[in-house]
């Protein structure tokens, strides 16, 4: 254990009394056990060697590294007893008692919305004002609160501390973190509980089930606002905007490149790093993308999904089986002659192209 001030000697700010006291030397703190007083003094020294295994944070205390875990994890033992609600700490939890109880609450003026702690009720009141003060240095948005903006900061910088001990997946945010876990129990047990009312159809999360139902309406409710086209998702509505606006907002830190969608960014940025995350399990090949490693794993197991519909032949890659097509175009061609030729719907060709 190094701490910050080398000259910081732990010994000396133990003061043992009469009544088996430990108190501490740089403030007034008085302990009953001597192992709570070196916890203590770590807050002194600025000394934080319990670190974390899944992201950088580190804690002086271990009781506080098992509480941080728990981000990771999902894990929430502190279960209310009055309604289903659970929490990672056990503070929370009787915080969150006060609500039960109505102790020490505190009401917002403007609606009969009640909070345990007056720091929240401070935080709801700026959805009543509509002030933003937290601002992204990134792009132009702007937050109400300091969190918010922590949260959208991992769009720029594509950090995602919250990560699937089952499958190493990593995600930005807590709500998809724990939707994700939840897939991981469903698929499991096979519970499916998101049934379609148009077909036999079942979904182990709700968003899947609305994307489905909308093969069924052909809905597309969001509507782009600068031309005619419309979308099943927000997600994908957000993507098409930028085509109007050329907005780039996720810029390259190695070279000029700037990119509307920080996926791509992440993408790029291997072109710099030379980092090939995607291992083949089968042999010692590494990839740059996961597409590229999931055409390699068919040379393994031999997989030719893309079939041709005029013969037997199946490909491990789309743009050989175009490149295929052509051989029956050519036939058609020698058939028919030039006339027939013209008689062949042109869209259905595949555009000449090279073959790696």
Not at 279 to 284: A, I, M, N, R, V
Request: overall charge positive; hydrophobic content about 25%.
């Amino acid at each position: 254990m190094s701490f910050a001030n080398e000259s910081f000697d732990v010994n000396d700010q133990v003061i043992h009394t009469d009544d088996k006291q430990f108190v501490c030397g740089q403030c007034d703190k008085v302990y009953s056990r001597n192992n709570d007083l070196m916890n203590h003094l770590l807050t002194h020294t600025g000394d934080k060697p319990y670190q974390c295994s899944q992201c950088d944070k580190s804690y002086s205390r271990n009781s506080d590294l098992i509480i941080h875990l728990r981000t990771h994890t999902g894990d929430k033992p502190y279960q209310c007893s009055i309604c289903d609600k659970a929490y990672a700490r056990n503070s929370d939890l009787t915080v969150h008692l006060r609500t039960h109880t109505g102790e020490n609450t505190y009401q917002c003026s403007q609606c009969d919305k009640v909070f345990t702690e007056k720091q929240r009720l401070a935080k709801h009141f700026v959805t009543h004002t509509g002030e933003k003060p937290y601002q992204c240095s990134q792009c132009d948005k702007a937050f109400s609160q300091n969190s918010h903006l922590k949260c959208h900061m991992r769009k720029h910088t594509g950090e995602k501390p919250y990560r699937c001990n089952q499958c190493n997946k990593d995600f930005p945010f807590k709500a998809a973190f724990v939707v994700h876990l939840k897939c991981h129990l469903r698929i499991h047990t096979g519970e499916k509980p998101y049934q379609c009312g148009q077909c036999d159809k079942a979904f182990i999360v709700n968003c899947h089930l609305i994307s489905h139902l909308m093969t069924h309406t052909g809905e597309k409710p969001y509507q782009c606002s600068q031309c005619d086209k419309a979308f099943k998702v927000n997600s994908h509505l957000i993507r098409h905007l930028k085509t109007h606006t050329g907005e780039k907002p996720y810029q390259c830190s190695y070279c000029e490149n700037a990119f509307k969608e920080n996926s791509h960014l992440i993408s790029h940025l291997k072109t710099h790093t030379r980092e090939k995350p995607y291992q083949c399990s089968k042999c010692t090949k590494a990839f740059r993308w996961k597409l590229s490693l999931i055409k390699h794993h068919r040379t393994h197991n031999r997989e030719k999904p893309y079939k041709c519909s005029q013969c037997e032949k199946a490909f491990t890659e789309n743009k050989k089986l175009k490149f295929h097509m052509r051989t029956h175009t050519d036939k058609a061609i020698v058939k028919h002659g030039q006339a027939g030729a013209r008689d062949i719907d042109q869209d259905t060709l595949p555009p000449l192209s090279c073959v790696e």
